[in-house]
């Protein structure tokens, strides 16, 4: 290298990736949980419905929009609250794991903050089912809402007396909301395109979905937002690679590793 070439900066992502195995069975059973998880939690209908009706009094004291009229814009053709049910059932697992794979592949230093953020927050949402059960707006009568994927379908939901693969009464916080948001957020921090803040179009989509579709308040997905924060707040770590200044020729910057071997220093 000559004296008037300049290194280049060492890239936050040229770190190693971990492990892909261990990797693989740690976003594997975050899903697990996740998926099976709340099933600790059924039960409490009688509780899920009183606090729905606390949440709803409480949405309309502060003065939140009424959810019916995200619906109302939902049913004004069978085509579109049937593209947004399929949007509510299909994209929620696929664009998380996908977000996943691809932050190991190409960003892997944002890869495991990302990782342990959406572990975290995915941890904290089971608990809150065990203290708070909440019943969706579409089972509440008070809310005047339609169970939009019961009635035009796609549905991932049984009748909440059979089905054993979900816990119908854990609509706080909104995961659906909250890992789309972290979506978007990592995907925003690890690229560096002008156009990269069109990823919040997902969050929003899916915050018109799931409350539109009736499966979700708006404070569902409020808590959300607060814990993804939370969790944002004390896990992002980003990888900074070290640095110190040299002179290369006429003072130009050059990078060297932790630990340098200085020839000659034993004799």
């Known amino acids: 290298m000559n004296a008037r070439t300049e290194p280049a900066e060492t890239e936050p992502d040229s770190i190693a990736r971990p492990p892909l195995v261990r990797e693989f069975l740690l976003v594997a059973g975050l899903f697990l949980v996740y998926k099976f998880g709340r099933q600790l939690a059924t039960g409490h209908t009688g509780e899920a419905f009183h606090n729905a009706h606390r949440v709803w009094d409480l949405e309309r004291t502060l003065r939140l929009p009424d959810e019916g009229a995200v619906q109302s814009a939902l049913l004004h053709g069978d085509a579109l609250v049937h593209l947004a049910n399929t949007y509510y059932a299909t994209v929620h697992f696929p664009a998380t794991l996908a977000f996943l794979a691809w932050l190991y592949l190409r960003r892997p230093a944002h890869y495991l903050w990302a990782r342990r953020v959406l572990a975290a927050v ?146």
């Not at 941890?123 to 509440?140: D, G, H, K, Y």
């Not at 007396?161 to 916080?173: C, I, R």
């Not at 909250?178 to 179009?201: D, E």
């Open 122 to 267: 995915t941890s904290a949402a089971l608990v809150l089912p065990f203290t708070f059960p909440l019943a969706p707006p579409r089972m509440l009568a008070a809310t005047g809402l339609v169970d939009t994927a019961r009635v035009y379908g796609p549905s991932v939901y049984g009748p909440p007396s059979s089905d054993h693969l979900s816990n119908q009464f854990a609509a706080m916080p909104s995961l659906h909301f909250g890992w789309a948001l972290m979506v978007a957020i990592g995907l925003i921090a690890a690229t560096r395109s002008r156009a990269r803040w069109l990823w919040l179009l997902h969050p929003l989509l899916t915050l018109l979905v799931i409350v539109g579709t009736a499966n979700h308040y708006w404070l569902d997905a409020i808590a959300a937002a607060a814990m993804l924060g939370l969790a944002l707040a004390v896990l992002h770590r980003p990888h900074r690679p070290r640095r110190c200044t040299g002179t290369v020729g006429r003072g130009t910057r050059r990078f060297v590793p932790k630990e340098q071997v200085l020839v000659g220093a034993g004799r």
